[in-house]
């Protein structure tokens, strides 16, 4: 069984920084692709940002392009969602997600969080104006 946690988030006036962290359980975090979700109240939840096995590729929702970065430490079994210039926008209970895929030489990122399997517990971000 994965186990995401989830650390991070909080209040912060627009303009403002934050960061997630998601740490995994289990052996095998480099074999999988991981991203980041995010929920606003009576919305869908929607696709922020994805990054593949090893991190050199990565891939943003245009709404968070330019403004969040997301990266991972193999090493650590974390992932990482670095939210600058923030909006209030951007608030929102955001989640980590492990993509159901293996690794395969080839990375195809999946914004559908139907192809995710495993989720993070959520961490509130509310971003003041």
């Known amino acids: 069984q994965v186990q995401l946690v989830q650390s991070g988030g909080g209040l912060v006036q627009a303009g403002g920084s934050l960061r997630l962290s998601c740490a995994a359980s289990?052996?095998?975090?480099?074999?999988?692709?991981m991203g980041w979700f995010r929920q606003a109240p009576g919305k869908e939840r929607e696709f922020v940002a994805a990054?593949?096995?090893?991190?050199?590729?990565?891939y943003y929702a245009d709404s968070v392009k330019g403004r969040f970065t997301i990266s991972r430490d193999n090493a650590k079994n974390t992932v990482y969602l670095q939210m600058n210039s923030l909006k209030p926008g951007d608030t929102a209970v955001y989640y980590c997600?492990?993509?159901?895929?293996?690794?395969?030489?080839?990375?195809?990122?999946?914004?559908?969080?139907?192809?995710?399997?495993?989720w993070g517990q959520g961490t509130q971000v509310t971003v003041s104006s």
């Open positions: 997600a492990r993509d159901s895929a293996q690794y395969s030489g080839t990375y195809y990122y999946h914004a559908s969080r139907y192809e995710y399997d495993y």
């Open positions: 289990g052996r095998t975090f480099s074999n999988y692709a």
């Open positions: 990054i593949s096995w090893g991190g050199s590729s990565t």
